[in-house]
């Protein structure tokens, strides 16, 4: 019998952070690696907003519990001119009047798609979100939201560190 410490002849530590060696799973199939990278780059290339497109995946990556991504997409969203306010009340995005009307119901639409297990997009919300945005910009929405939850479970489950893109 397996100690609760090991899995699959990897050690992990007393906190069960991360498993040593760490997996390579975005390095063991590169193909799938360079599809996510691309649709990452069809969706920069539309008219979503790129705050918008980072506080969708500030957003996902909270509720997801991704540090490496919520690292990465503060950074990211500092240099395209986001406030360290607005970064800092985004976990109550409801409850603050600094985002405008397309933020907050694209910032809805991201908690409702990242919690897809607890009921499909309420009809009204769906209807809101798509007199807000242009057709392909509801669809690039959709599509940034599917992205970060894949970039968040990737990194999850790689055990990403935090700053490591940028510290190396």
């Known amino acids: ?79 395209v001119g986001e406030t360290a306010e607005r970064l800092a009340l985004l976990p109550a995005w409801r409850e603050t009047d600094i985002y405008t009307h397309e933020e907050r119901v694209a910032l809805a639409v991201t908690e409702v798609v990242t919690k897809i297990s607890d009921g499909p997009v309420p009809l009204d919300l769906e209807a809101e979100a798509r007199r807000t945005f242009d057709e392909e910009t509801f669809a690039a929405l959709i599509y940034a939201i599917v992205a970060i939850n894949a970039w968040n479970r990737l990194a999850i489950v790689g055990h990403s560190v935090p700053g490591s893109i940028r510290n190396a």
Do not use: W
């Not at 498993?19 to 979503?48: F, Y």
């Open 1 to 79: 019998m397996k100690s609760p410490d090991q899995t699959k002849g990897r050690k992990v530590s007393a906190l069960h952070l991360t498993p040593e060696p760490p997996v390579d799973v975005k390095g063991a199939l590169p193909n799938a690696l360079q599809a996510l990278t691309r649709l990452e780059q069809a969706i920069a290339a539309t008219s979503l907003s790129k705050t918008t497109y980072e506080l969708v995946k500030i957003r996902a990556s909270q509720i997801n519990g991704c540090a490496f991504c919520l690292e990465m997409h503060h950074h990211d969203a500092s240099e």
